[in-house]
């Protein structure tokens, strides 16, 4: 998932060294991560499924054609896997073969929020001034100064896209 650039983020925090490079690359992968998470939000399944050790996912009640391919699933005892296509409401296969094999597991998705490939221009401003952020604030206190919300400019601009999920 990489949509900002090593050249990108340094342009942004004016960095003209390369003293910094891999923590900036770090900052970079938490700052995509964490706006992705955040805008897509985590679906709970419906029903329980079952992994078969290979890449195919089976459900009893469950509600795959909701989903679309690219989204990531997330299946108890199993890390994380993208999926690869939904075949009916009850099958899908996933892009990495589980390593389990068990019956009646649970599961949440996370719905991918690039509809159409493309980042929209606020999400990545979002993840730039927070690359910026925690590269200026390397510690998670600020002594000798009021405590504020320093990232209310990130909730502004990813609010809508954010996928709110009731329940």
Not at 70 to 76: A, E, P, Q, S, Y
Not at 114 to 143: C, D, F, T
Request: with cysteine.
């Amino acid at each position: 998932m990489t949509y900002i650039t090593l050249e990108e983020a340094k342009d942004h925090i004016r960095v003209d060294y390369q003293d910094d490079d891999h923590y900036i690359e770090s900052l970079v992968d938490v700052a995509e991560t964490s706006i992705i998470n955040e805008v897509a939000g985590r679906v709970p399944g419906l029903g329980t499924v079952t992994t078969v050790g290979t890449t195919a996912l089976t459900g009893s009640g469950t509600n795959f054609l909701d989903f679309k391919a690219g989204d990531v699933i997330r299946v108890t005892d199993e890390t994380d896997r993208t999926i690869a296509s939904i075949t009916t409401n009850e099958a899908l296969t996933v892009t990495v073969a589980f390593t389990n094999t068990a019956a009646s597991l649970s599961w949440s998705i996370t719905p991918s929020p690039l509809v159409s490939g493309e980042l929209p221009k606020p999400l990545k401003q979002a993840m730039l001034l927070l690359v910026g952020h925690l590269y200026n604030q390397r510690e998670s206190v600020i002594v000798g100064s009021p405590a504020v919300k320093v990232p209310d400019t990130i909730d502004m601009l990813i609010a809508p896209y954010k996928n709110w999920v009731c329940k």
